[in-house]
């Protein structure tokens, strides 16, 4: 099974942007990227994906790499609110969803 | 839409009785998913479901856990007989079935209390 491997914590300061990165040596070429975190006491939310390509949205940016073996999301004004977990999963043409342990994000004031 | 609806919030049950946890995924989604997640071993994908037919259920940890799907609108988990190991937050996830490419969303969970 493709996995990711992630940093197990991260700090950021309030109003400075994260980069979270993470590494997916295995991946193959129809697994798509995507990332969720989760707030606490909450359930996972989608936060972006991409295939191939960076990917912008109203949350975050996706930069992958060329060769797609490692990827960085993208957070360019962390707020106290993005304190939570952040999974960086692989998905199949399946739909098979895999979490590893995650990054957990800090954001100092 | 009111999101994936998980019911109950919380259970608190005695080791050896049955527990049925309960998911209505988003309508129109295809794809369903249930997880658990402990302090030790994270966020674990259990089974998922594509139009309602078990895909992977290789995560399900033995056989006194049971999922079923009886229709698009509708998924159990159930545990029989349960054991205090079993207390967990359990997810529910639903989607539409892609290539990869959909996003999931997941309810609030079930904070499951064996003792």
Known sequence: DAKTTQPNSMESNEEEPVHLPCNHSTISGTDYIHWYRQLPSQGPEYVIHGLTSNVNNRMASLAIAEDRKSSTLILHRATLRDAAVYYCILEKYNNDMRFGAGTRLTVKP | ?115
């Not at chain 2, 989604?29 to 139009?51: C, D, V």
């Open chain 2, 1 to 115: 839409d009111a999101g994936v609806i998980q019911s109950p919030r919380h259970e608190v049950t005695e080791m050896g009785q049955e527990v049925t946890l309960r998911c209505k995924p988003i309508s129109g989604h295809n794809s369903l998913f249930w997880y658990r997640q402990t302090m030790m071993r994270g966020l674990e994908l259990l089974i998922y479901f594509n139009n309602n037919v078990p895909i992977d259920d290789s995560g399900m940890p033995e056989d006194r856990f049971s999922a079923k799907m009886p229709n698009a609108s509708f998924s159990t988990l159930k545990i029989q007989p349960s054991e205090p190991r079993d207390s967990a937050v359990y997810f529910c996830a639903s989607k539409t079935k892609g290539q990869g490419n959909t996003e999931a969303f997941f309810g609030q969970g079930t904070r499951l209390t064996v003792v």
